[in-house]
């Protein structure tokens, strides 16, 4: 099961990577980061497998038919990246490994630290109880167990009459199903192991992108930076006020990942869109960041426009149109997660599961 789970992991970085070039490609960057990249991909990928499987489970079609079709639309779309791509892999790789020959002792100073907390949540990791750590697990459990997506309520194990309007839209629970069905994985494991590890490295990629941003890739106080937050976030580990608690104890979760992986992500795009406020491909990165955030955390929408008004005052200071346009894109995927919701109370969505 533990050698499952680390091939997993390694496939699952593999596969946001490859998003991530996409993303990049498709936006016609040259100078490209792949720890960037593979951030983008992470929300990438949430947000491809929900266009994915939100027909599969409106129609109620069962877990393993839509798990066969998934891996069939999987390897096609990697296969299709990786064809018309391959040049600017091999490139990034290339270029990449330079960095790191280059950069060793920085490499290997952050890369000690990263494996230190994946080494210390694996086997020192307490996972609470609560709600939220009982939902994660058990709704991909359910959809196993039920062979079904979103019909049964976790916690007690009702059969459902119509799909749970917090948790419709929220299609990261179903990813594990249909993963744990393919691979024969636990939905503990793949939640608690492969999710919590990817999650962790992930949050140090985001502080790193962010540092870079911030100072303007000069390395030494890139790594100042990265190192201090890390200390910062060990100190307050075992508050439960504050996000870092949550990414040693219950890293897997919704609310983890909005508050560890997207807030730092939104804030480093700020950034650059504030040195620059034609860089189309940090937007276009922010706004697959926002819309891939409804996939795993339904919360984000009530949070996310408080957080973007935090922009506003750059348009204000910079005296540019321009950034005003970049505010209002990024408020489109806000704007279409509550409109969703007035529809659902006002009734013009039905979610009644149609058997």
Known sequence: MLI??????????????????????????????MVNCIITGFWTQGLVFFVFIMPFKLAVKEVGFTSKIWLGVWIALMAIIIVTCHRV????????????????YIFIAIGLVMVAELLYEGFFGNYTDGNGAAYFVGAAASDLFSNHFGTVMPETGYTLDTFDTQYFLQTYVHHTAVVCKLTGLAAA????????????????????????????????????????????ILIFANSVYIPAYYLFYRAFEGKTIFGMLLIPYVLACFWRLYDDERDVYTLVCLVLALLGSFTFCMSTMYVLPFLLLGFLPVAVVQHRLRQLINWCVMMVPSAMSILYYLLVMKGVIDLTIKW
């Not at 892999?89 to 060793?104: A, F, H």
């Open 4 to 33: 499952k789970a680390i091939l997993v992991f390694i496939l699952y970085l593999i596969e946001y990577y490859i998003y991530g070039i996409a993303v990049a490609r498709l936006c016609r960057r040259r100078d490209i980061s």
């Open 89 to 104: 892999i091999k490139d990034n790789v290339k270029k990449t490994w330079g960095w790191i020959c280059d950069n060793i």
């Open 189 to 232: 494991a793949e939640m608690r192991t492969v999710m919590s590890g990817i999650v962790i490295l992930l949050s140090g990629f985001t502080i790193y992108e962010l540092s870079r941003a911030i100072f303007k890739n000069k390395l030494k106080k890139v790594l100042l930076f990265w190192m201090i937050y890390q200390v910062v």
